[in-house]
């Protein structure tokens, strides 16, 4: 059985990626709120705190995913369209 191999980043790639995508998720969520509440200073104040929370929770996220091999995903999808393909054949 031939070995999966998979990409690796670096922790440090990871953390600007995070704070890469953030600048552009949190001015998204800021302008949001601002046409939401209408309120300039409410709008900044949760982006400020959204910013935060989510560079941890994204940088968890593509740690995690680096556990998994590539080629898992489609070798479990692949697993259970050719039990499905079985089981029409055999119906």
């Known amino acids: ?7 690796k980043d670096s922790n440090l ?11 552009v998720a949190t001015t998204t969520t800021a302008v949001i709120a ?6 300039l200073d409410l709008a900044l104040k949760i982006g400020a705190i959204e910013v935060f929370a989510k560079i941890g929770i994204y940088y968890l996220h593509e740690r995690l995913w680096l556990l998994v091999p ?3 995903i489609r ?4 697993k259970e369209m050719d039990e499905c393909e079985k089981n ?4």
Do not use: D
């Open 88 to 91: 029409v054949e055999t119906a």
């Open 1 to 7: 059985m031939a070995k999966v191999e998979y990409a």
């Open 75 to 78: 070798k479990i999808y692949k």
């Open 34 to 39: 601002y046409f939401i509440t209408g309120q």
């Open 13 to 23: 790639r990871s953390i600007l990626k995070g704070l890469t995508w953030r600048i």
């Open 70 to 72: 590539r080629g898992t």
